[in-house]
């Protein structure tokens, strides 16, 4: 559209310059006026184009990160092999909370595969795992997913966290190495790369929210 009117202007200039023997000054200055405007509108688009590409690169960043799950120790809420989403701000603004599913880097090794677990404890809280049922600061934690604990690992004896300190758990207590294993013990913050919040869609399982 701007290429046919710029023709439309072309023409009239050169009419208008037969006519008369040369430009008006009026016209010069519409003829201004209207080249001022289409570069205001090129230089419009670009920025705008930039902008999208910006934001687009951001969500990604934030929101579209993906990993996989390793092993069956977040059965049956996630799957060997299933891929999750990423939320990278997440902890940026708020701290985990009790009932996250996190992915964090074992003892910060940035070469290790990401690990997911779900946080069954956070920092100041004192954790025991006691005849198969975790305790926390003195109470049985109701928001278990698994049937048991049969095997209290570290958690024998009562831990209390430090500062940043988180506890976490897999959800299938039988087949997890998580906070109860020397190998992972608990996980600072720093450790945390963001929050699993979506998993895709396998052979058995929808796509949907990670709960």
């Known amino acids: 559209m701007q290429v046919l009117l710029l023709y439309n202007h ?26 001022t405007n289409i570069l205001y509108q090129v230089l419009q688009c670009i920025f705008l184009a930039f902008i999208a590409i910006f934001l687009g ?34 902890y940026q603004f708020t701290a985990p909370k009790q009932g996250d599913v996190i992915v964090f880097r074992p003892n910060g090794n940035e070469n290790a595969h990401l690990s997911v677990k779900r946080v069954v404890a956070t920092p100041g809280d004192r954790v025991q795992i006691v005849q198969g049922k975790v305790v926390i600061n003195g109470s049985i934690y109701t928001k278990d997913k698994a049937e048991d604990t ?62």
């Open 10 to 35: 072309i023409v009239m200039f050169g009419r208008h310059s037969r006519k008369t023997g040369g430009p008006s000054l009026s016209y010069i200055n519409r003829e201004r006026k209207f080249n």
């Open 57 to 90: 690169i951001a969500v990604i960043f934030a929101f579209g990160i993906r990993t996989s799950v390793v092993g069956e120790s977040m059965e049956p809420t996630l799957s060997n092999g299933q891929e999750v989403l990423i939320n990278k701000i997440a």
């Open 150 to 211: 049969r095997d209290p690992g570290l958690a024998a004896n009562e831990i209390v966290l430090g500062a940043d300190e988180y506890f976490v758990l897999g959800d299938n207590r039988r087949n997890s190495e998580d906070s109860r294993s020397a190998n992972i013990g608990n996980i600072s913050r720093g450790m945390i790369e963001g929050k699993a919040w979506y998993h895709l869609k396998t052979k058995n399982k929808q796509a949907g929210r990670i709960m």
